[in-house]
């Protein structure tokens, strides 16, 4: 990987973690606070990009406005999947297990449906992802509600994990073989997940203004930095392989995990961290 690609990665990592601590701090409807933020980043991202890209010959075509399609589908399961994990359990358990389990599917499809050829530290780097979840998951205090949280967080963690190997995949498929330009493409996408939501926001007005009043700061964040950081990602995407990408994206675990120790006072921070450490170093191996 060059350093520009990496310098992209790295960047979107510490960004990722960053929204990802405002959006737990949102309690309220979970439809309601994706449809807002992805909403906000239609509407400061679409304006940029017809600017950017308008009479491109990828712009407005059947396969770009079907990626897109694809793609906002793909972010609303990843964005409902996170939410509610993020309302039942803690941040330090859901933000490892979801970015740790993403990788690990992402190399079993490139085996099973790909076809792709796997190498022994790969295998390895499976293993080691699932142990370092398994001690992130584990890392609660032993009682009975803290272990009813920890299995929610890893239920809702491995959805969440499931839906960021599904956009990865087909996300990295549209902006090299489809060649479609990133920024119009996450904007797209971005109208998308609104559009497609607006059927289940039937009766969520209330919520959605409660939301807007209390949580606009929470909104906005999400808003301008869920969008820049997977940007920076699809355009490192364009001239690094995502078996690259996506497992140096993911040390934005060891962020999220101290965020949710200073931010929220979530306990066991030295075992969340080895954790964390582990589901890395599992990450690395499979980059190999």
């Given at each position: 990987?060059?350093?520009?690609?990496l310098?992209l990665?790295?960047?979107?990592?510490?960004?990722?973690?960053?929204?990802?601590?405002a959006?737990?701090?949102?309690?309220?409807?979970?439809i309601?606070f994706?449809?807002l933020?992805a909403?906000a980043?239609?509407?400061?991202w679409?304006p940029l990009s017809?600017?950017?890209?308008?009479?491109?010959a990828?712009?407005?075509s059947w396969?770009?406005?079907?990626?897109?399609a694809?793609?906002?589908?793909?972010h609303?399961?990843?964005?409902?999947?996170?939410q509610?994990?993020?309302r039942?359990?803690?941040?330090?358990?859901?933000y490892?297990?979801a970015?740790?389990?993403?990788?690990l599917?992402?190399?079993?499809?490139?085996?099973?449906?790909?076809?792709?050829?796997?190498?022994?530290?790969?295998a390895?780097?499976g293993?080691?992802?699932i142990?370092?979840?398994a001690?992130?998951?584990?890392?609660?205090?032993?009682?009975?509600?803290s272990?009813?949280?920890?299995?929610?967080?890893?239920?809702w963690?491995l959805?969440?994990?499931?839906?960021?190997?599904?956009y990865?995949?087909?996300?990295?498929?549209?902006?090299?073989?489809?060649?479609?330009a990133?920024v119009?493409?996450?904007?797209a996408?971005?109208?998308?997940?609104?559009?497609?939501?607006l059927?289940?926001?039937?009766?969520?007005?209330p919520?959605?203004r409660e939301l807007?009043?209390?949580?606009?700061?929470?909104?906005?964040?999400?808003?301008v930095?869920?969008?820049?950081?997977?940007v920076?990602?699809?355009i490192?995407m364009q001239?690094?392989?995502?078996a690259?990408?996506?497992?140096?994206?993911?040390?934005?675990?060891?962020?999220?995990?101290?965020?949710?120790?200073?931010m929220?006072?979530?306990?066991r921070?030295a075992?969340?961290?080895l954790?964390?450490?582990?589901?890395l170093?599992?990450?690395?191996?499979i980059a190999?």
């Open positions: 990987m060059s350093s520009a690609a310098s990665v790295l960047t979107a990592a510490l960004l990722h973690a960053l929204w990802n601590t959006a737990k701090r949102v309690t309220g409807d979970s309601a994706v449809w933020y909403t980043s239609a509407l400061l679409v017809v600017a950017l890209e308008w009479g491109q990828s712009f407005l396969s770009f406005i079907g990626a897109a694809l793609t906002g589908a793909l609303n399961a990843y964005g409902l999947s996170l509610t994990g993020y039942k359990a803690d941040l330090g358990v859901v490892p297990v970015r740790g389990t993403g990788p599917l992402t190399m079993a499809v490139a085996l099973l449906v790909l076809g792709e050829k796997i190498q022994w530290p790969n390895v780097g293993v080691v992802v142990a370092g979840v001690v992130v998951a584990t890392a609660t205090n032993r009682t009975k509600t272990g009813r949280s920890a299995y929610a967080g890893l239920v963690g959805l969440t994990g499931t839906a960021i190997a599904g990865t995949l087909w996300d990295n498929h549209a902006v090299t073989a489809l060649g479609l990133p119009a493409y996450f904007a996408g971005a109208a998308a997940q609104s559009i497609t939501l059927p289940w926001m039937r009766g969520r007005w919520a959605a807007v009043t209390q949580r606009r700061r929470e909104i906005g964040i999400v808003a930095l869920s969008p820049l950081a997977y920076l990602v699809l490192a001239t690094t392989p995502v690259l990408v996506a497992p140096a994206r993911e040390s934005s675990i060891v962020v999220g995990t101290l965020l949710g120790w200073w929220f006072g979530e306990g921070l075992r969340k961290l954790g964390s450490c582990v589901v170093a599992g990450i690395a191996l190999l």
